[in-house]
């Protein structure tokens, strides 16, 4: 494993992390959730990442319970949970300080945690003021319940915001954002936070990686295959995404890496999750599995960056097309 700095913070996160978002309790057992775990702690993943809307609240009772029985020493893992979407009921969501301080507590007991290495706050809300939540993390930062705080999917100019109200205030700025990022989405990660990682130091703890699965070649027929994620009652969206013609765009660009891939002797996920890596700019790379042999395969990515090579990263591009281009005004 390879372990790098969030952002300009002093702590080490594993380039390969884990995360709990459609499997646990929902999609896989508890018994294969916690040989996940272990397959991924084993292998050098120090990172666990969770939030209160998975599986409303079950899959942090599920990954704190495997936790528990791992006697793992604390201090050799780091585990997230994620504020906005708590429940229904007006104080239930979103980031006032009434939410983010009982969003935290909540997490910390289904986890079984003293405290949380990583809060985020799951997306930005409009409603609260953002000294109000940069305020409340802090507050958490300081009684110990939370070691750094992020966002999730928030804008340049959110955490920018957010990194000025705490030096106006004297409070703690956002250590890290979680945006996602894979060869299909790549705007915010190559774009818009480019600023951020030199002028505040920022880290990214990326998210679907393989575009739900989509960058496995699994969906090359357009079909949802028995047992996918694909095929989860209630996903209509990843369904829909299955079809119509930006799909079939992407179908074609599937094949031709699976073409590069095959050339350089790794396999598609493989592939793909080693251009991730690639980035300097991302901190860790979270993987997601719902069988223990998808996450030893994409374990192996880890050794497979220095594929990636000039010459390779050109073909890829080539296939993609989609480089985020900056504006240049006349
Ligand atoms: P991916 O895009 O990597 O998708 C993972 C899924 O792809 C697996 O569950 C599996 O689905 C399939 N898969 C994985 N490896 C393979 C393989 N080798 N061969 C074939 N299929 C494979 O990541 P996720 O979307 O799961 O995101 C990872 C984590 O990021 C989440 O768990 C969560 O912690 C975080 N996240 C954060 C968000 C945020 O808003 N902050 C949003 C989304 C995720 P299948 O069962 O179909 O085989």
Not at 26 to 34: R, Y
Not at 46 to 65: H, P, R, T
Not at 153 to 159: G, L, M, T, Y
Not at 195 to 208: A, D, V
Request: with cysteine; proline share 3%.
């Amino acid at each position: 494993m390879q372990y790098r700095r969030l952002g300009k913070s002093g702590l080490q996160v594993s380039a390969l992390s884990f995360g709990a978002w459609l499997t646990f309790a929902k999609q896989i057992d508890n018994g294969v959730a916690e040989k996940l775990m272990h397959t991924a702690y084993d292998a050098g993943v120090n990172f666990f990442d969770n939030a209160e809307i998975y599986s409303k609240g079950e899959a942090e009772l599920v990954m704190g319970k495997i936790l528990k029985n791992s006697k793992w020493e604390r201090s050799s893992f780091l585990v997230s949970s994620k504020v906005f979407w708590g429940g229904d009921k007006p104080n239930q969501k979103g980031l006032s300080r009434k939410h983010v301080v009982e969003g935290c507590h909540a997490a910390l007991k289904r986890l079984q945690v003293d405290y949380l290495d990583l809060f985020f706050c799951h997306r930005p809300d409009a409603n609260t003021p953002m000294e109000e939540t940069v305020a409340a993390m802090t507050d958490l930062i300081r009684q110990g319940k939370v070691l750094y705080w992020g966002t999730s999917e928030w804008s340049a100019q959110e955490i920018m915001e957010a990194y000025s109200v705490a030096r106006q205030y004297n409070l703690t700025p956002p250590t890290m954002e979680q945006p996602q990022y894979n060869m299909f989405h790549r705007d915010k990660v190559e774009l818009e936070f480019e600023k951020l990682y030199e002028e505040i130091g920022l880290g990214t703890t990326t998210w679907s990686p393989l575009a739900s699965g989509f960058l496995t070649g699994k969906y090359n027929d357009q079909k949802t295959g028995k047992g996918t994620r694909a095929d989860i009652e209630g996903l209509e969206w990843l369904k829909e995404k299955l079809v119509g013609e930006e799909a079939i765009e992407k179908v074609k660009k599937v094949e031709k890496l699976m073409g590069l891939a095959k050339e350089i002797g790794v396999s598609m996920p493989r592939l793909a999750l080693a251009w991730c890596l690639k980035n300097k700019h991302v901190s860790t790379v979270i993987l997601g599995a719902s069988k223990v042999s998808q996450l030893e395969e994409n374990l192996k990515a880890i050794d497979d960056i220095s594929k990636i090579t000039e010459e390779v990263n050109e073909k890829i591009e080539n296939i993609l097309h989609n480089k985020p281009q900056k504006v240049v005004w006349a």
